[in-house]
């Protein structure tokens, strides 16, 4: 008998099962812990066959717009999990049927791996890409496989003199948040809440579990200056580019590019096995990132999003507000990216 049920397993279940399959950060209950910290509203739903564990799907619900109901949507960061279709089809109905009075829609994003389970006619599906890095190759190897403009740009960034450190405080950690809500706000990003970052940081820990590099130049007086931060979660022996941000007037220097070699090299003296480099848009779209992720030599992955509308008109009405706020210069999103 299978039965789709609201809430969460015991934790110990809830871990064993995880160790028998496939899964990533997103998918535990420290992540869930994460999320509920940061008071994002969360749905959990999980699968039960004749009383054991089958299926989990995590899912934030978060904003389009500041505005309640027309603004709320949901998403699944690393997809649901589940033994076979039979478990899928219970989990999706449930849902359609649940999530529906909550928000205007609901996208699972789909790593494809060959042994994907298919979604139903009415769940529209987009494609994008991903790239990734095998850290088992040595950085010697890793360096091989970088383009011509990044060897270019990285001895362009060496004339700065730069230095790189981890950020260990959470005082450092607040001046990284500022640098990328800055930066957020010049692309016209979601930012990063601070209370995710901050709990985060002091749950996975600044050594192990979310690395925050910081890259400095010589203020000219004696001290340094941060121009660049990234942040990179590490669970097992993999890595997820998690947010970035810099100093727009530091961009020629390049020192962009030269941060992620550092990191590269480091994360291999730690033992990280794989880098994920986060999303690279659409397939077949101009997304510039895209273009500077894929100078670094990784294998190019296709990642699936599964969407299904609840609500398809209030949705465009949201869409459309969405665009003049932006354009207005402020956004009310907070959308967490794998």
């Given at each position: ?239 997820i580019d998690w947010y970035t ?74 869409r459309m507000l969405y665009r ?15």
């Amino acid at each position: 008998m299978i039965q789709v049920l609201p809430g969460i397993p015991s934790t110990d279940e809830w871990k064993q099962w995880l160790a028998t399959r496939q899964h990533t950060l997103y998918h535990t209950p420290e992540f869930l812990q994460f999320m509920l910290k940061a008071e994002y509203p969360m749905h959990v739903y999980h699968v039960r066959r004749d009383a054991k564990l089958a299926g989990l799907a995590i899912v934030v619900e978060d904003r389009v717009i500041p505005v309640p109901f027309i603004g709320a949507k949901g998403f699944c960061p690393a997809g649901i999990l589940v033994e076979d279709a039979e478990i899928q089809q219970a989990l999706l109905v449930e849902l359609q049927k649940k999530l529906r009075r909550h928000m205007l829609y609901l996208e699972i994003y789909e790593p494809d791996t060959g042994s994907a389970l298919e979604y139903p006619a009415k769940w529209r599906r987009d494609f994008h890409i991903n790239y990734v890095i095998d850290l088992t190759q040595g950085i010697g190897e890793v360096r091989k496989n970088y383009s011509r403009a990044i060897r270019r740009n990285l001895r362009r960034a060496e004339l700065e003199q730069p230095r790189w450190r981890l950020v260990t405080t959470v005082q450092e950690l607040r001046t990284v948040h500022r640098l990328l809500c800055s930066t957020s706000q010049r692309v016209h990003a979601p930012a990063l809440p601070w209370k995710l970052l901050r709990t985060v940081f002091n749950q996975l820990g600044p050594r192990t579990g979310c690395r925050c590099y910081v890259a400095e130049v010589p203020d000219g007086v004696g001290g340094w200056i941060t121009i660049n931060t990234r942040i990179e979660l590490v669970y097992g022996d993999r890595a997820i580019d998690w947010y970035t941000g810099s100093v727009e007037q530091y961009a020629d220097t390049q020192i962009g590019t030269w941060m992620v070699d550092r990191i590269l090299a480091d994360l291999v003296r730690c033992g990280v096995r794989c880098f994920d480099f986060g999303g690279a848009g659409r397939e077949g779209g101009d997304y510039g990132p895209a273009e500077f992720k894929r100078r670094f030599g990784g294998q190019q992955i296709s990642i699936s999003r599964y969407q299904y509308r609840f609500h398809p008109h209030l949705l465009a009405i949201a869409r459309m507000l969405y665009r003049v706020i932006r354009r207005s210069g402020g956004t009310g999103n907070r959308e967490v990216t794998t």
